[in-house]
């Protein structure tokens, strides 16, 4: 493996491998550039490494581990970045690396960071339930559930998520859970593991689990990618900011990037190489109309803004950034009868917290758990259409607990997401809410919800106002965005909704292929991490088949 500095400080990866100029990009051709750092781009350079192809990996952002050339460690343990402490994970927004990692051209929240919003999110790891693919006919034949079962199988073999992760075998500090606990099961909910019953998804609750192995954040910087630089057929390139595909009719000669200096540089295929976009939901649709893919509108709007776009002859008319879907959320505060608190993020921090430090030591304690004490799920029928909620449980002050309630699988409504002559992905459309049937049912499981917490025996009271119409209008982003550059078989040159077909290959190019959430034709039932990784270690054996 070579570490292909594009801009930045030799001292970064003096930990990763040999420093090479970026200027050595002009001599080298690659079977395969993946575009984006993310799990997905990560998950799939590795196995394209390991089948013998040459591959390169760019990623606009740094590292956020030592191992990776972040150097922002812990006071109290040089080994570990506050991005690799599971019990500062709640805290990530208010690190100082924060602002360096977040993507500053998306109106949504994405990460440009190495490892994208695995590095920085609150670890929630939901095993993906049979249903999400196999009901509404959203996914196309030969992406059902029998058919993704190996690859998240694969996925969980190296990556497999924990609700225990604890080395002495404790779950800490669970006022929380014990008061929850207690509310549900007199509801008639049940207790699950949402690890081992990943398809109990209506009325249980279950301890989180989360991306956590060895008791740091994992995710695919750690479980992938050290795979991937073992081998000399490997190249890992940051600060590396890909502006479009270079084509040349339907086939892609190489890509166009920007090196933290703001130099452009041209990194050639080989003659059979192949791109792999895997820039996020957020982001690809960006790669996609810079490179003459998508609506005419938004081409011209690439144009507009400075970017080398191809000849309009050359443009493919797909309907990218149409459909973008995402989980709206509803939060609810509760007052308990519990005796639980925040923890001291400052003190786990600059470490006088020595008692959970000593305990974390002997890979133990409350640092090793994440943000949420409990995950919940339900679900709805409303005209014949199925819908799923996930309940997200944290302590939110002394003794009050939020609720972070998202809309998940089986929510109907979508948006469009288009570009500005700034190089900026916005929002021009929604995704929330947009459809009478999601309001109708969303209202009716919250308003489920708070009659059994208002009532008189629960030893809950709810501090949000009980106002259902207020709670629907002050949604917020579950940040778990899909359906940018959709998968399926209607091909959206001919009028249909794809961008990809069941190949992961861009209609109408040879060599350009999708693989991160924006293909994703459904929303999943919880946090979306998962099923980012499970579709990306299926997409790269098609890609494979292919080659």
């Known amino acids: 493996m070579r570490f292909l500095q594009a801009g930045c400080k030799a001292a970064l990866v003096a930990a990763i491998g040999s420093l090479a100029s970026a200027s050595s990009f002009k001599n080298e051709y690659y079977d395969y550039i993946v575009v984006g750092g993310g799990p997905a781009g990560i998950i799939t350079a590795e196995r394209f490494v390991e089948a013998g192809k040459k591959v390169l990996l760019l990623e606009r952002g740094v590292g956020p581990t030592v191992a990776t050339g972040a150097n922002e460690t812990l006071p109290w343990n040089k080994d570990l970045t506050a991005i690799d402490l599971p019990g500062l994970s709640a805290d990530v927004g208010s690190l100082d690396v924060w602002n360096d990692y977040m993507c500053t051209d998306t109106e ?6 190495l490892g994208g919003g695995v590095t920085v999110n609150y670890m929630v790891f939901v095993y993906p339930p049979a249903h999400d693919f196999d009901d509404n006919n959203n996914w196309p034949e030969g992406w059902k559930w029998k058919d993704l079962k190996p690859a998240a199988e694969r996925l969980y073999q190296r990556n497999p998520g924990t609700t225990l992760p604890s080395a002495d075998g404790k779950h800490y500090d669970q006022g929380l859970y014990s008061v929850l606990s207690k509310f549900f099961n007199s509801v008639g909910w049940k207790s699950v593991d949402m690890i081992s019953q990943p398809d109990e998804k209506h009325q249980v609750y279950s301890y989180p689990s989360w991306n956590i192995k060895d008791q740091k954040r994992a995710g695919p910087v750690r479980t992938y990618l050290p795979l991937a630089e073992k081998h000399s057929n490997f190249d890992l390139s940051l600060s590396s900011k890909v502006l479009r595909v270079v084509r040349s009719g339907s086939k892609v000669t190489g890509v166009e990037i920007e090196t933290a200096s703001k130099k452009t540089k041209i990194i050639s295929l080989a003659h059979n190489g192949r791109v792999v976009l895997a820039a996020g939901a957020l982001s690809t649709p960006r790669l996609l109309f810079n490179s003459g893919i998508g609506p005419k509108k938004q081409i011209e709007t690439a144009k507009k803004s400075g970017i080398n776009v191809p000849a309009e002859k050359e443009w493919l008319d797909l309907p990218v950034g149409l459909g973008f879907r995402d989980h709206p959320i509803f939060t609810l505060n509760v007052q308990t009868n519990g005796s639980f608190g925040i923890p001291d993020y400052d003190a786990i921090l600059n470490g006088t917290d020595r008692k959970d430090i000593s305990l974390y030591g002997k890979d133990s304690g409350l640092l090793t758990q994440g943000k949420h004490r409990m995950i919940f799920f339900s679900s709805n029928e409303v005209n014949g259409q199925t819908r799923y909620y996930q309940g997200s449980c944290a302590p939110d002050a002394d003794s009050v607990l939020e609720i972070k309630a998202y809309l998940t699988h089986g929510a109907t409504s ?7 002559s700034e190089q900026k992905t916005v929002i021009e459309k929604s995704p929330y809410m947009q459809t009478a049937g999601d309001r109708k049912a969303a209202a009716a499981f919250i308003q489920s919800l708070i009659k059994d917490i208002s009532d008189p025996g629960s030893g809950l009271e709810l501090t949000t106002k009980p106002n259902i119409t207020a709670i629907l209008s002050t949604i917020s982003s579950g940040n778990h965005y899909t359906t940018t550059a959709k998968m399926g078989t209607d091909d959206g040159r001919k009028g249909g909704s794809s961008v990809v077909d069941t190949n992961t290959k861009v209609y109408g190019m040879d060599n350009l292929f999708v ?18 990784m499970v579709i990306a270690e299926a997409a790269a054996e098609r890609i494979l088949a292919q080659h």
Not at 108 to 113: D, Q, W
Not at 414 to 420: E, H, W
């Open 108 to 113: 949504g929240m994405a990460a440009c960071v």
């Open 414 to 420: 979508s948006g469009v997401l288009v570009l500005t």
């Open 515 to 532: 693989v991160d959430g924006s293909i994703h034709p459904d929303l999943p039932t919880g946090n979306i991490q998962t099923t980012i």
